[in-house]
Structure formats: structure tokens, C-alpha cells
């Protein structure tokens, strides 16, 4: 088509479009470009605006590393990690869900660790906590025998891959539910945790006046057979960013109780002080049992990074 005015820009390209022989490829792209195009027309946007935009998409992809993740981290600042999340889940968006973001931290092959290890697998300092959870169907049965990844940061506020200081693994394992559908597990209890800022989504929390700090969590992978695999994050109840999670993850049916004990003994003899407890319960839908490739593959160098935290402008 030879283009006579702006708007045959768009029939153009929807026209080309028809030559795709993938129907849900099709569909996709033709609602991307309506919907791009729309955006550049509403927005008005400008040559030295557009240029711009590409360096920032450039740039995203050039920060995504073995160990670090950009385009993930932005597209949870913009909500729409969550989004798609919950479009997917319970009853494609009509019901609550315990799923909830993957984040950019998962890592395949974490240790098979027995029910009620623990995953401290380096010097790790932190209240220690213990944690029991429970995986059902949607009738409200134990599904045994399904494969739960758990992973969260030190009480320092670092994944292991980003912390050069901490074991390799440490604070991951994997473990595989009972008969009564449950795991448990010992830790230290995770710390809330500035995301980093380096980058694109730096510079977007800037402009916006927004901090950068995500509320404590524990985070669940369960996978089974017949049953659609589910990410989760379990976020701290006494966390004073809850309500303004920098990634939108927040949703009530994952916020955790957990329970300090100061005066109870723990259920582990080497433990004097005060503890926490966790207990948490997740419903898990049929489905596809596949595994997302992970964001990151491998475990960062050289010193530990600097967690910087900004402001949140009233």
C-alpha cells in the first residue's frame, strides 16, 4: 500500500498482518499494533520522544544478564506482571488466586531439602522462622507428591545470586508435599528489599516520585502433574510497604501471618531466642505442568551490591 496519510499506516501494517498463517499469533499482533499506534496518535509523540522510548528498550535488554533480569524487573513496575498473573488465575481472573508473580530471582535446580530442613546453607544471620504450608485443589484436597521450589532473600535484603558473600543456593530448596499435602521448612526470615535502580526502571521510579522497596516474601513454586504450575509470594504482614509494593504484587490472599515468639520455646533445641512461625495454605488449579525458562540462569561476581532506597514523594 502506498501510504497517502497517517492513518494508512496502521491499515498497512494490519493488511500485512493477514499473511500470518498462526491465528493466535495473528491476533496478538493485530491488537499490539492497533494499540501502539493508538498510544504514539494520543500521545502525540515526538521524534526526539521516540528515540528515546527505543534507547530505553535497547537498554533493557542490554542490562538483562545471567543474573539480573531488567526487562522482568520493569515490566512488575509497571503492574503488568501482576496483571497478566491474575488474568490467568483463578478462573481466569474471576476468583481469588495464591498465585502470583514469578519475580526475577527463580532459580532451576535448588537443593532436594527433607520436610522440616533447613535452607540456610551458608552464615546467615537473621531471626530464624519455620514454616509450614499446605497445598489443596479446588475441592479443598491434599495433592501429595507435587514439587515445591522456596527462595527469599537474607534478613539483609540479597538473594544469593546477587550476594557474592552467600553460598551458592543458600536460602533455596525444593521440597515435595505428603499425604496431607503439606511442607515444612527452616529458614531466617526475609527482609523487604530495595529493587535495583541502575537501570531503565530507575529512572522510571525517579520521574514518578516512587520508592523502590518491595515488602518482605517468601516465594513458592509448586509444581505437579494434572495441575497448572503455580509461583507465589507469601509477603510479611508487618511490613510497612505492603501497600505500596514497587511491583504491584501484593494481593490479600498472600499476606502471610507471620508470628513472632519471644517467650515460647522453638521447635528446634538450638534456638534460645525469639522465632518466627509462618503457616500458609495454597490452591492449586488443573492445568499444563510446564516450567517457564528462569529469568536468571547463574550467580553474580565481584562485591556484593550496594542497596540504594529511594524516597517516596508524598
Not at 148 to 174: A, C, I
Not at 176 to 186: E, H, L
Not at 236 to 246: A, Q
Request: aromatic share 8%; with cysteine; net charge negative.
Amino acid at each position: 500500500m502506498i501510504i497517502e496519510s497517517q492513518e494508512d499506516v496502521t491499515k498497512a501494517v494490519l493488511a500485512e498482518l493477514e499473511r500470518a498463517q498462526d491465528p493466535r499469533f495473528k491476533e496478538i499482533m493485530a491488537v499490539a499494533v492497533r494499540h501502539l499506534h493508538a498510544f504514539v496518535r494520543e500521545a502525540k509523540l515526538t521524534e526526539v520522544e521516540f528515540h528515546k522510548t527505543c534507547a530505553v528498550i535497547a537498554k533493557l535488554g542490554q542490562l538483562t544478564t545471567a543474573s539480573h533480569n531488567e526487562v522482568v524487573l520493569i515490566s512488575g513496575s509497571l503492574g503488568i506482571s501482576s496483571l497478566v498473573c491474575l488474568l490467568n488465575n483463578g478462573d481466569r481472573g474471576q476468583t481469588e488466586t495464591t498465585a502470583n508473580l514469578m519475580g526475577p530471582f527463580w532459580r532451576m535446580g535448588s537443593p532436594a531439602t527433607a520436610n522440616g530442613g533447613s535452607i540456610v546453607r551458608s552464615p546467615t544471620p537473621g531471626t530464624p522462622i519455620f514454616v509450614n504450608a499446605w497445598v489443596r485443589d479446588q475441592a479443598g484436597r491434599a495433592v501429595p507428591n507435587a514439587e515445591v521450589d522456596v527462595w527469599h532473600t537474607s534478613s539483609e535484603g540479597f538473594y544469593e545470586n546477587q550476594d557474592p558473600e552467600q553460598g551458592d543456593m543458600n536460602l533455596r530448596g525444593k521440597f515435595t508435599t505428603d499425604a496431607n499435602g503439606q511442607i515444612s521448612f527452616r529458614s531466617v526470615k526475609p527482609a523487604g528489599y530495595p529493587i535495583p535502580l541502575s537501570g531503565p526502571v530507575g529512572a522510571l521510579l525517579r520521574a514518578q516520585g516512587r520508592h523502590n522497596m518491595r515488602p518482605a516474601h517468601v516465594h513458592f513454586m509448586i509444581h505437579k502433574p494434572g495441575f497448572k504450575t503455580q509461583f507465589s509470594q507469601v509477603y510479611s504482614s508487618d511490613d510497612p510497604n505492603l501497600e505500596t509494593d514497587v511491583q504491584f504484587g501484593v494481593t490479600r490472599a498472600l499476606v502471610g501471618q507471620y508470628v513472632l515468639h519471644s517467650d515460647e520455646p522453638a521447635p528446634a533445641d538450638d534456638v534460645s531466642g525469639p522465632w518466627y512461625s509462618l503457616d500458609h495454605h495454597f490452591v492449586i488449579e488443573p492445568g499444563d505442568a510446564t516450567l517457564p525458562k528462569p529469568p536468571i540462569t547463574g550467580k553474580a561476581g565481584g562485591d556484593r551490591p550496594t542497596l540504594e532506597v529511594l524516597e517516596r514523594r508524598a
